[in-house]
């Protein structure tokens, strides 16, 4: 008995809840008078049918404590509320506060009562209300998300549309008897004959596919077709026709169904929130060290004046190196971005050379891309009018300025200063590793006691200092490196 569940979205199963807490829904069961809300109601908690018809005048509510076999053996709290059907709107109102779910139980034997299903979901969906408190301990309600609250069309009286079937199939039979009764009397042939057409249908042997085919599938009442376009076209969770007075247990069936989307569905919004939460707190994690390793620390000092003051001489030249460094990868990776944003190339980790093709291919052909020596690097320029009102032209000039406000302005000035910063720290170096083979007696013109732990303290901070300096030495000429590559690779771009 009963017509499976048809849904419309699948759903994830998680990991069950991580905490005691038993996941409690509210469930209203509304729809028409005299479809059979309250016989649905008695049978999913007391597994009993009433034959008698008492309309039901106040709202009954009852709460059970179930165990679902999915996801993970999971005990969740249900209570339902049995609405009358003919309550006012003002009350409905109320009912609806706090609700996690809503059945709209039909008539599916009747085909107005499932026409009006739609009208009730949207009765639930404009009237749904979630509690709301405030800092100041105030309550308020505020308008519950439709999208948030599953609705099931559920078609109460399938034994009525068994039964109608049950009549109808035995009519045709009748039907098809009395007509071969008529063919037998009217179609009657010799015995010869039918000896014949045994004998040549015995000779032919064809076989044949058809023939072995067995339609064993049974046709879907029109009823039940019905009440799945209805649930399909008012964005029903599912739609189920199952029979209160049948204790089959499709009434069961269906109810926990729902009970298990909306346990899942919690347990899919709470994986979510954990994954959101725990991506953000990587972000801040990134972010921190990031801005540590970017935070500049100046060299550590030893006591000694004559090397503490050469440490203080290196630190505006790491900074400086540090910085251009920075700022040269930032200009490029800017660049790219802008010619990834505009079209130009297929992904913003394309090469140098495939910046500038892209250029060169998004102009127009009175257009020339050439490049002009500045400052020891180039400045991008194009031959030809760029037109304002050209949409190709505007994301030309784009690309084009970050390049001069941004890799020029980067490239010119580590030009300048990486030399610079270069020849001053070796100098300086130079200068510490002197000081260093006078260390005892420096110590002690410091008045300082020397001993074997002192020594080997100060020697392992200057050895610390000078592996920076060696570093932003290295930093320095890389960077002059990569400009000196960027500068080769748009002149070779721009020659193809």
Known sequence: MGVSCSRGEDVLVLAGYHNNQVPSFKIVLVGDEKVGKTSIFMRYFKNQFDYSYRPTTTVSIENVVKKLNVPEHAVVSVTIWDLPGTEEVDLRKSYYKDVDAAIIVVDSSDRESVELAGTWKQDVCNHSTIT??????????????????????????????????????????????????????????????????????????????????????????????????????????????????????????????????????????????????????????????????????????????????????????????????????????????????????????????????????????????????????????????LLDEDEKSEDVKKVMLTFQSEILVCSKAILNQCPNIDTHLSKIDGMILNQCKTLPDVLSRQEQVVTTRNIEHVQYVIDNNRARIKHARNQASECLQSVDNTYKKIKASLLW
């Not at 301990?137 to 599953?150: H, L, Q």
Request: hydrophobic letters at 30%.
């Open 132 to 385: 709301h408190s405030t800092n100041n301990a105030d309550v308020s309600y505020i308008k519950a998300d439709p999208s948030s609250i599953p609705v099931l069309l559920l078609g109460n009286k399938y034994d009525l549309v068994e039964e109608r079937e049950r009549l109808e199939v035995e009519r045709n039979e009748k039907n098809e008897d009395e007509e071969s009764q008529s063919n037998d009397k009217n179609e009657t042939e010799s015995e010869e004959n039918k000896k014949q057409k045994e004998e040549e249908e015995e000779e032919k042997q064809v076989w044949r596919y058809e023939d072995q085919q067995i339609d064993k599938t049974e046709p879907v009442p029109e009823e039940i077709q019905f009440l799945q376009e209805i649930a399909e076209q008012n964005g029903f969770v599912g739609s189920v026709a199952v029979s209160a007075k049948d204790p089959d247990g499709s009434v069961h069936i269906a109810i926990q169904a729902l009970v298990r989307h909306l346990l899942e569905r919690n347990l899919k919004d709470s994986a979510i929130k954990k994954m959101q939460a725990v991506n953000i707190k990587r972000k801040k994690q990134k972010k921190n060290v990031k801005d540590e390793q970017n935070e500049f620390h100046p060299l550590k000092t030893v006591g000694i004046k004559e090397l503490d003051d050469l440490f203080s001489e290196c630190n505006g030249a790491i900074r400086l190196t540090g910085q251009l460094t920075e700022g040269f990868t930032e200009a490029v990776k800017k660049f790219k971005k802008d010619c990834y944003s505009t079209d130009m190339i297929d992904t913003p980790k394309a090469s140098m050379e495939d910046c500038i093709g892209g250029i060169k291919q998004t102009l127009l052909k009175d257009q020339e891309l050439v490049a002009i020596d500045d400052g020891g690097f180039l400045q991008l320029a194009c031959k030809g009018k």
